[in-house]
């Protein structure tokens, strides 16, 4: 079942997306920043998350967005000597199989 409290938005909506797209615009003006750059800002707090993405606007963007997030999850885990697997469940949105 999909949780009622995540929502996804294209424009920042509260505190932390707020920070986030601001760091993402440093990004973008930044003068080493080339076309074809990724960047995902995650921000987090007592309260939960806030993202902020660019980059990833195509259709494919959040299956490419989870991919390098967990490639580079996983490079942190084995990093610290830990591993990192990701193994797919078959089911849809709601979470039922």
């Known amino acids: 079942m999909s949780d009622p409290t995540v929502e996804r938005r294209f424009t920042p909506h509260d505190r932390k997306t707020r920070i986030a797209n601001d760091v993402l615009s440093a990004v973008r003006e930044h003068p080493e920043h080339r076309e074809g750059d990724r960047c995902i800002v995650l921000l987090y ?3 939960g998350g806030g993202i902020g993405m660019t980059g990833y606007e195509d259709e494919e963007s959040d299956v490419a967005a989870i991919v390098d997030m967990f490639l580079h999850l996983r490079a942190i885990a ?20």
Request: charged share 30%; proline share 4%; net charge negative.
């Open 78 to 97: 084995r990093a610290s000597g830990k591993d990192l697997q990701f193994i797919g469940i078959p089911s849809d949105a709601s979470g039922l199989t």
């Open 45 to 47: 707090d007592e309260d």
